[in-house]
């Protein structure tokens, strides 16, 4: 499961490309997200590629939606090249379904070591992600209570008060006492 709008740096044509490589010929991607006028290009490319009918865009995915398809994947695979927090796998991790991910930008972070990582620029790495997924050998659970306490409003408040503490410090060059 893929749930990202199709856009550019969300990485879909490696992902489809990657599909062509996996051991299961029967395994099937599910994409989700608004599709931007991009989903026809996409759905061609998967049918060159031999693997249109593997391929299915379920659209928009009302949020309530979302953990009953999180606990029912095999896994959610996370091949963007860019993302600025990426709640879609910390949404799975929280419903306790594997993730693969791409290890770029803040993803590493915020997912830590529950994640399975590859470069999303590498579609052979992208489709060895995809076997580890489907053959269970990737991190799964539900991360522990802990792991969530970063990810409170009282944590960005607190996260938000030492940057800008941090910010007039260097300007004024005295730092700002953060409560």
């Known amino acids: 499961f893929y749930p990202a709008n199709i856009w550019p740096h969300k990485n879909h044509e490696r992902l489809v490309d990657a599909l062509t490589r996996v051991e299961d010929r029967e395994l099937a991607l599910v994409l989700s997200g608004q599709d931007h006028g991009k989903l026809p290009a996409l ?72 994640a399975l990582w590859f470069d999303p620029r590498d579609t052979d790495a992208i489709a060895g992600a995809i076997d580890a997924l489907a053959a269970g050998r990737a991190p799964g659970g539900t991360p522990p209570e802990s792991f969530w306490s970063r ?29």
């Open 43 to 114: 759905l061609e490319r998967a049918r060159a590629a031999g693997v249109g009918d593997r391929v299915m865009h379920a659209g928009y995915v009302e949020r309530a939606q979302l953990p009953a398809i999180y606990r029912r994947a095999t896994g959610v695979i996370f091949p963007s090249l860019f993302e600025g927090l990426g709640i879609p796998p910390l949404e799975a991790q929280a419903c306790g379904c594997p993730v693969a991910a791409a290890r770029v930008a803040s993803l590493p972070e915020v997912l830590g070591e529950r």
């Open 151 to 179: 990810f409170t409003w009282e944590a960005a408040a607190a996260d938000h008060r030492r940057a800008y503490a941090l910010a007039a410090g260097q300007r004024s060059g005295t730092r700002m006492a953060v409560r």
